[in-house]
């Protein structure tokens, strides 16, 4: 028998019990649960007859003297004090599920704030209709749009769209999850898991490269850490630092996969009095000074395939102001590959020690590029049942986050929600505390997930007012799987509530 099928196993719903073990309904799985072991997912647990939440509630506290830094809040030592400076926020994090959806959520919590009466509805969500998003800086060719991305051999999502600077992943989703073989859907949900929750995860690319990525880190591309991203294009660098070469060199090439930019062509140069060199590109001609498509995507200057510049230089011209001795700096758009160049009599280019005069611009470039992280995105759509849990028409809710009237985080973390139907929101995961999301191995992410309004607000929109509670009853008391409250201390500058958009009336 496997450790997995030891811990828990399932059976008809309709039964209270298998022996000694307690069914937990926290989700679809229902797993039955012996005395002293958890589920499946780690989060519920049977402790003393009781099916017990293993991880803590985080209550997270803004103090108003620290300008609405989070700092830790730990209910176990509270005194029962109903007098407080500070604005306290009951969060998702280890709140518990709606499942099976018809119940209110786990906290129903009111307050007031500066004159301002909240209810924030607390859940946390399974989604199955979920994703990642992750942005990668780098010039580096890792793959070719649309290419499979995979983990432990799986499919988990595909390279996506490129953006300025980055490359793009989209990893997940319920094709994945549960349009697969059970692999993949394991793969892909521990994969996710792992990702928002800030971990190192190691993914390969069909045709591509391998990648090491983590929220907030370095990606490491083929075993190398990148340092940088690009400062622009090649075609923006030229116009950006055009007058800090002027009158140090004869011609000035920035190399890019992109858009590969020459200074005497550009109109930078020209708005400046760069006089022609009769240098020639080897690529497709865009306007003036703009190259497309001077070499492959690659792992080299500029995120070509190239490591010798010259490469991408055809004949030079001497009709039109090539001449011997013309002095040309070649440079990468993050100023990390940078090589001179001066013209033989024959018209040939030599290369030649780089010379002082010319480091600090090059330095500027480095200077000008943002360091190369990680960033990941979770990407959810609540527009599903779990809305159940806040109201008895779930529609109503949807209809209150889009007029603005009720304002959605995670774990206490503001989201951008998109226009259109439904609730589909995304979150910045180092934005929230650590380990802020779970799983269950149907399979399916478990995110955080918070919506506050006002109290009148709640109350036309149907809500459950007969289960709102206090902040201080649920220091006190918990939830209905004897939740422990502590803190998990949230990264500060997430303003907590909105009391400006909360304030004012909309209209449908």
Excluded at 81 to 102: K, M
Excluded at 173 to 201: F, I, P, W, Y
Excluded at 229 to 239: E, F, Q, W, Y
Excluded at 465 to 492: C, F, M, Q, W
């Amino acid at each position: 028998m496997s450790e997995l099928s030891e811990r828990f196993e399932t059976h008809d719903p309709g039964a209270a019990r298998a022996g000694e073990k307690l069914r937990c309904d926290a989700c679809p799985v229902m797993c039955y649960i012996a005395e002293g072991r958890t589920g499946a997912c780690d989060r519920y647990g049977n402790f003393g007859g009781r099916i017990v939440r293993c991880d803590p509630v985080a209550i997270l506290e803004h103090r108003a003297e620290s300008g609405g830094e989070v700092v830790p809040f730990d209910g176990r030592g509270w005194d029962g004090n109903p007098v407080n400076r500070e604005r306290r926020f009951v969060s998702a994090i280890g709140a518990g599920t709606t499942y099976p959806d018809f119940k209110p959520a786990p906290f129903i919590v009111s307050q007031e704030v500066e004159g301002v009466d909240l209810v924030t509805v607390v859940t946390e969500g399974i989604f199955s209709y979920c994703g990642v998003k992750v942005k990668i800086d780098t010039d580096r060719h890792i793959g070719s749009e649309t290419a499979i991305v995979r983990a432990n051999g799986e499919p988990i999502g595909h390279v996506t769209t490129a953006e300025y600077g980055s490359q793009m992943l989209s990893i997940g989703g319920v094709r994945h999850l549960t349009g697969g073989s059970k692999a993949e859907g394991r793969v892909t949900c521990d994969t996710m898991l792992a990702l928002c929750n800030r971990q190192a995860v190691e993914l390969t690319i069909d045709d591509g490269s391998t990648v090491v990525v983590q929220a907030g880190m370095p990606p490491v591309i083929d075993g190398r850490a990148e340092h940088r991203m690009r400062v622009g294009c090649g075609s923006a660098t030229i116009g950006m630092f055009a007058t800090q070469w002027k009158d140090l060199v004869d011609e000035v090439v920035v190399v890019d996969d992109h858009i590969t930019g020459v200074v005497s062509e550009h109109q930078a140069g020209k708005v400046i009095g760069w006089q022609d060199t009769g240098i020639k590109i080897v690529g497709r001609r865009s306007t003036p000074g703009r190259y497309f498509k001077v070499s492959e995507p690659g792992l080299g200057w500029g995120g070509t395939t190239i490591s010798n510049p010259l490469e991408i230089l055809g004949e030079w011209n001497g009709k039109k102001g090539a001449r011997p001795g013309l002095s040309l700096l070649m440079v990468s758009t993050t100023g990390e590959q940078f090589a001179y160049f001066e013209l033989d009599d024959e018209l040939k280019p030599v290369e030649k020690p780089f010379p002082d005069r010319l480091r600090k611009s090059v330095d500027l470039i480095e200077d000008n590029c943002e360091p190369a992280l990680c960033t990941v995105l979770f990407m959810g759509g609540a527009g599903g049942s779990l809305r159940a849990g806040v109201t008895e028409n779930p529609v109503n809710l949807t209809r209150s986050v889009h007029r603005l009237q009720t304002y959605v985080t995670c774990g206490g973390a503001p989201v951008y929600v998109w226009p259109g139907g439904g609730i589909t929101l995304m979150v910045d995961v180092a934005t929230l505390p650590e380990n802020a999301f779970g799983y269950v191995p149907t399979p399916a992410l478990v995110a955080p997930i918070e919506f506050t309004m006002r109290r009148d607000h709640y109350e036309a929109l149907g809500g459950y007012a007969d289960h709102v509670r206090s902040v201080d009853d649920v220091l006190a008391k918990g939830g209905e799987y004897l939740n422990e409250r502590t803190a998990i201390p949230a990264p500060s500058g997430n303003a907590w509530p909105p009391l400006a958009q909360l304030r004012r009336e909309r209209r449908t």
